[in-house]
């Protein structure tokens, strides 16, 4: 089969060009060290903590972050419905695993092994799971052919299928082929559902939604404040922009400094030291998070935010899902970039009007974020400035955008909930 040799190609090239990064690139690195010894860590660590307790076992496979976060309400729903379950979770890349490795929701985190045929039977020997859900997409072939042959339940969450992807093409018979291992799709879209038929595959599909409108909700109603970030803020207008990349801070640098009286919180999406140096940069009057922090907690005064400047940097991971109730507005990034825009649900949850760049077609929220008039799209810093000023200097519009975005976000929940009915109606882990 010609697509199955390119995509051992594929598997072989992909390998190696990761390890040939992580002579320089620190992600890269985590990904192949990550990855040392991993069956005997496996071997040792997960059958300590997880096997031979007699207990059924659902895996949950995440690309990186953003989709564990899609995954997580539905891990957490089970738990409570069946407390006597064990939890394994895989990450892909580092941006997830090394973030949520000590996530307490699951017995038992790891990297995925890299895909080959040796490596996903070694793996389901060892892990032998009940259940399987693989979260939004990130298809490796062996992986889910083992679990077909194996007739394990696999479900994948939050699916989203475009014209463009490779099951859709000439080229495309491995790709299809693995769909064969879902046991059930719950998709986001109709559209997803209309390709899917394509294929012939249409019994076992649900138009559901999507799972993080239930997450952000979960952070919205369980919201803890930040440290030190009132204080920041004090009585001043508050713009937050999230997950931002070069492109956005470049069409957001003569705002800024056109605007000092308003407080700007700019959580970059790369937070190595090199990012955080070019960003201080771009912004020479900023201070960084765990800088303000230090200064905070060695002078009480609350004058102290005076001497401070007007713009915050984010230097680490986890806060920015609660630094967007702080905001006035909110500008979510990576509009610019040909991957698109970030989770604008996290910003749309606190009844925030979301300010992104051009590109976000290719996601359901944010377009559905635009429609709704949550949502606001720019091309460029001058329909930027515009934007801001618009919401700035009308407030009856600001309030109705913020109240748009948070009633779509509410509009849209319980995905998690469907999925929870789907697995108890079909016995999946009760037989």
């Avoid at 949850?349 to 559905?368: I, L, M, Q, S």
Wanted: charge should be negative.
């Amino acid at each position: 089969m010609l697509s199955k040799t390119l995509y051992n190609l594929f598997l072989v090239l992909y390998a190696a060009g990761v390890r040939t990064a992580s002579l320089w690139n620190p992600k890269a690195k985590k990904w192949v060290n990550g990855r040392k010894n991993i069956f005997a860590d496996i071997n040792s660590k997960f059958i300590l903590k997880v096997a031979g307790q007699n207990s059924k076992l659902v895996w949950m496979h995440c690309a990186s972050l953003g989709e564990f976060e899609q995954g997580r309400p539905l891990l957490e729903e089970l738990k409570i419905k069946y407390p006597g379950i064990k939890i394994l979770l895989s990450f892909f890349s580092p941006s997830g695993y090394e973030v949520m490795k000590d996530y307490k929701g699951a017995d038992f985190i790891c990297y995925l092994p890299m895909d080959s045929p040796v490596n996903a039977k070694k793996f389901l020997d060892i892990v032998q799971p009940s259940l399987v859900l693989w979260v939004k997409y990130e298809y490796w072939f062996y992986y889910l052919d083992e679990l077909k042959r194996r007739r394990i339940p696999t479900i994948l969450v939050s699916g989203i299928f475009r014209e463009d992807q490779p099951f859709f093409k000439w080229y495309g018979n491995i790709w299809k082929k693995m769909l064969e291992a879902f046991s059930h799709f719950f998709v986001q879209n109709d559209e997803s559902e209309e390709l899917l038929a394509t294929l012939s595959i249409k019994d076992n599909v649900s138009v559901n939604g999507d799972t993080r409108f239930d997450r952000v909700l979960e952070i919205a109603q369980t919201f803890k404040p930040v440290p030190y970030i009132a204080e920041f803020c004090g009585n001043s207008i508050v713009i937050v922009a999230g997950s931002t990349w070069e492109e956005d801070e470049i069409e957001l640098l003569h705002f800024v400094k056109a605007n000092p009286r308003i407080k700007f919180i700019i959580a970059p999406h790369e937070i190595n030291e090199e990012n955080l140096s070019d960003v201080k940069e771009e912004f020479p009057d900023s201070i960084f998070y765990s800088d303000f922090l230090k200064d905070s907690k060695a002078d009480q005064s609350p004058e102290l935010t005076g001497t401070s400047g007007n713009l915050l940097i984010i230097d680490n991971v986890g806060m920015l899902s609660r630094l967007y109730q702080y905001a006035t507005i909110a500008y979510v990034g990576g509009g610019f970039g040909d991957d698109g825009v970030h989770n604008v649900l996290e910003a749309a949850v606190y009844g925030k009007p979301v300010v992104f760049g051009p590109v976000y077609e290719k996601f359901d929220e944010a377009a559905g974020l635009v429609n709704e008039g949550g949502g606001i799209s720019i091309d460029g810093p001058i329909s930027l400035e515009k934007a801001l000023n618009s919401l700035l200097n009308d407030e009856t519009e600001r309030t109705s955008r913020g109240e748009a975005a948070k009633k779509y976000v509410h509009s849209n929940a319980g995905a998690s909930k469907k999925i929870i009915q789907f697995i108890q109606e079909k016995r999946l882990l009760t037989n």
